[in-house]
């Protein structure tokens, strides 16, 4: 029972390279988001998907894309990493029936 | 526009002692309201959620929330806090008919033995 995946769990870059942050559910649900978690500040979303093919910005998606591959995966790419990037992001899912949404393990990044 | 405000950013109890964690929103509408916990290097828990019906809803772990229309509050409780509480906590809200949820900027709690 996997729930909501995301990979890699931990990552360092340097300033100005690219990665793409990966999330998988196997809950078959509809909406998809992706936050980042910083002290002091809590959860912010950067872009949610309602259902597959949708894509919408959150609070803060400036530096950030998203694909939403199919019904199972999220990811989110950074085109060019800043130190402002660095956080802890988390990957999480909700089901049209469902009300609450369920949480991957994270993927701490971190911008040198 | 949605908000969540956490007032305390970390809760002292002593075990066996009751807790409160506080929380207030702010929302168009018909609000739906949640409880998270973060254990460290973990991800989001849900514990409870409230969406109509009785003021009073509980969770998983012995805890228990209220939702106070007037005071636009969901406080957190446990009549009996253990050590394994520890934890930072999340308050959500997400309105009715939408999509997004709006986190607290969490609240740590620490239950003393």
């Known amino acids: 029972n996997a729930g909501v995946t995301q990979t890699p769990k931990f990552q360092v870059l340097k300033t100005g390279q690219s990665m793409t942050l990966q999330c998988a559910q196997d809950?078959?649900?509809?909406?998809m988001y992706w936050y980042r978690q910083d002290p002091g500040m809590g959860l912010r979303l950067i872009y949610y998907?309602?259902?597959?093919?949708?894509?919408d910005k959150g609070e803060v998606p400036n530096g950030y894309n998203v694909s939403r591959l199919n019904k199972r995966e999220f990811s989110l790419r950074l085109e060019s990493a800043a130190p402002s990037q660095t956080s802890v992001y988390f990957c999480?899912?909700?089901?049209?029936?469902?009300?609450?949404?369920?949480f991957g393990q994270g993927t701490r990044l971190t911008v040198v | 526009a949605q908000s969540v405000a956490q007032p305390e950013d970390q809760v002292n109890v002593a075990e066996g002692n009751p807790l409160t964690v506080k929380c207030t929103y702010s929302v168009s509408g018909n609000p739906y309201l949640f409880w998270y916990v973060q254990y460290p290097n973990r991800g989001l828990q849900f514990l409870l959620k409230y969406i109509t019906g009785d003021n009073l809803v509980k969770g998983s772990y012995g805890f228990e929330a209220e939702f106070n229309k007037s005071q636009t509050s969901f406080h957190l409780k446990k009549p009996s806090a253990l050590v394994s509480d520890s934890a930072l906590y999340f308050c959500a809200v997400r309105a009715a008919g939408t999509y997004k949820y709006i986190f607290g900027t969490g609240t740590r709690l620490k239950v003393l033995a």
């Open positions: 809950m078959n649900h509809n909406s």
């Open positions: 998907s309602a259902s597959e093919g949708t894509t």
């Open positions: 999480a899912s909700k089901d049209n029936t469902g009300i609450a949404a369920f």
